[in-house]
């Protein structure tokens, strides 16, 4: 059973920063994850974010993120973490933290991939 928590949305104006928080909880063996994040607006459907392999390394990011976002691992602390920097009223959604038991590739960036998701959370850029 995996289990993950996000934490950290927020009301932020525009060019803000909020960093988001995925607590991870499992009696699996991670070592072979990747993590996500993606995010879905109203009206619109889930988007690839950001990933990440358990163990750190290589990332991935969609364009209109790359050079404000960053993904990362607290590794004492089991948690994957999103800072969102230069924050844009396009990119208010609700954000979802994700986990793939197949490990990193370039198929992280598809939603379908992940078996495990968090709850989400809301994230609202005002202009």
């Known amino acids: 059973q995996v289990q993950l928590v996000e934490s950290g949305g927020g009301l932020v104006q525009a060019g803000g920063s909020l960093r988001l928080s995925c607590a991870v909880s499992?009696?699996?063996?991670?070592?072979?994850?990747?993590m996500g994040w993606f995010r879905q607006a109203p009206g619109k459907e889930r988007e690839f974010v950001t990933t990440i392999p358990w163990s750190g390394g290589a990332t991935l990011y969609r364009d209109s993120v790359k050079g404000r976002f960053t993904i990362s691992r607290g590794i004492a602390k089991n948690t994957v973490y999103l800072q969102m920097n230069s924050l844009k009223p396009e990119d208010t959604a609700v954000y979802y933290c994700a986990a793939r038991g197949q490990g990193f590739s370039s198929d992280t960036i598809y939603s379908n991939e992940y078996l495990y998701w968090g709850q989400g959370t809301q994230v609202t850029v005002s202009s």
């Open positions: 499992s009696r699996r063996t991670f070592s072979n994850y990747a």
